[in-house]
């Protein structure tokens, strides 16, 4: 009558709704978590942290290709280089 009263009729005993409650709080924890790392990486890569890389790549290229001369792209190179 006791286990009925007090919701115990599942086998678990008093143990086993803590330990779920630790587990449904691990899980909660690890939410906030993953949701605040995702938004800190969405803000990271909208900085522009390979873009320096980027405009290097593009202006290689463009020299490779002829589109600028030899001291155009030296220019722009140091200019990248400097931000």
Same mark, same amino acid.
């Given at each position: &009558?006791? #286990? &009925?009263? +007090?919701? @115990? &009729? #599942?086998? +678990? /005993? $008093?143990? /086993?709704? !803590?330990?779920? /409650? @630790? !587990? +449904? &709080? !691990?899980i909660q924890v690890a939410i906030v978590v993953g949701a605040i790392y995702f938004i800190v990486s969405l803000f990271q890569n909208k900085k522009g942290g390979h873009r320096s890389n980027d405009a290097l790549e593009i202006l290689r290229e463009r020299y490779a290709r002829g589109e600028i001369?030899? %001291? %155009? $792209?030296? %220019? =722009?190179? =140091?200019n990248l280089e400097e931000k």
């Open positions: &009558m006791v #286990n &009925m009263m +007090w919701g @115990l &009729m #599942n086998g +678990w /005993g $008093y143990g /086993g709704g !803590i330990v779920f /409650g @630790l !587990i +449904w &709080m !691990i001369s030899e %001291e %155009e $792209y030296k %220019e =722009r190179k =140091r």
